[in-house]
């Protein structure tokens, strides 16, 4: 396993979570790194990410809410995810593109709800 996503879980609207993503193998720490979620019937949309000299980019649902960041040394990525909706709720999966080849890492379950 290459990708290893954790941090997910149970949190009610407004809280706070932060998911993990570790990288292992041939990703390197620089790595373009990413978060993508599904909601159940919804197709796969785009989070945030953050690329290899640092700079970041997110979804517009999420803006101000959510922050992407990294520790290179530890080749993981997180996301920070504050004022949670019940909108919010999907399975979270990290991914990487390094050398022309994608990783796509388990998906960890985010609900958010009262």
């Known amino acids: 396993v290459q990708l290893q996503a954790s941090g997910g879980g149970l949190v009610q609207p407004g809280g706070s979570l932060r998911l993990s993503c570790a990288a292992s193998g041939s990703i390197p720490g620089s790595a373009l790194m990413a978060w993508y979620r599904q909601a159940p019937g919804k197709q796969r949309e785009f989070v945030a990410r953050?690329?290899?000299?640092?700079?970041?980019n997110y979804a517009d649902s999420v803006k101000g809410r959510f922050s992407i960041s990294r520790d290179i040394r530890k080749k993981t990525v997180y996301l920070q995810m504050n004022s949670l909706k019940p909108d919010d709720t999907a399975v979270y999966s990290c991914y990487a593109w390094a050398r022309g080849t994608e990783f796509w890492g388990q998906g960890t379950q985010v609900t958010v709800s009262s």
């Open positions: 953050i690329i290899p000299g640092g700079a970041t």
